[in-house]
């Protein structure tokens, strides 16, 4: 039997002197999320639902551990970002096509994510078809809408989100992005 000490560490103890404690991966990773620098993640999936909960999953654990919001608020995130991949899977890019997801943190400040799709899907709209379809269905009162669609842009992720902004793509498509500044009381 083999026994270990400061002096003889197991592999990936961290105790080895050559490999000093600032060198780890997790020693830079926490020392990044504890500044107010940026963190930028971006995701590539094909335009399939399947993927959805992958990034519905990926998506709380961003919010929760990289932003500072609470789980409440992750949860809402969960939430937004998941309508913004549905509509980018389901109107903006064909089967067999891609979306783009983009998050950026920011500890202690903020959440955004842009969503971008091909551009080849059957009911593609630019982003000003959209700002104006937005910008009516907000003025609709939320318990008249009787129909099972038009909720999630207009009443879902205008209201918990801080910024939502649709921005027409080089590839031909529509980039929609939302910002979420943490304010008092959405924090952990």
């Known amino acids: 039997m083999q026994t ?12 080895d002197p050559n490999h000093p404690q600032e060198h780890s991966v997790l020693s830079k990773t926490n020392a990044i999320l504890n500044e107010e620098v940026p963190v930028k993640i971006t995701i590539i999936l094909p335009t399939n639902a399947y993927f959805m909960s992958g990034v519905r999953d990926f998506t709380k654990t ?11 608020w992750a949860f809402r995130f969960q939430s937004v970002v998941d309508e913004l991949t549905n509509n ?35 009911s593609k709209k630019t982003a000003a078809e959209m700002s104006r ?8 009162d939320p ?43 959405e924090q952990d």
Not at 147 to 157: D, E, K, Y
């Open 4 to 15: 270990f000490s400061a002096n003889n560490p197991p592999f990936g103890s961290g105790l």
């Open 88 to 122: 980018a899977i389901e109107f903006g890019s064909a089967p067999g096509e891609y979306i783009k997801v983009t998050f950026v943190s920011v500890k202690g400040k903020s959440i955004e994510v842009f969503v971008e799709d091909s551009g080849t899907g059957a």
């Open 133 to 140: 379809l937005v910008a009516e269905r907000r003025q609709t």
């Open 143 to 185: 318990t008249r809408i009787t129909t099972i669609r038009g909720r999630g842009l207009a009443q879902i992720v205008s209201h918990w989100t801080d910024q939502l902004e649709f921005l027409d793509n080089a590839a031909g498509g529509l980039t929609v992005h939302v910002v979420k500044q943490l304010s008092d009381g």
């Open 62 to 72: 961003v919010v929760m551990n990289m932003t500072g919001f609470s789980e409440k």
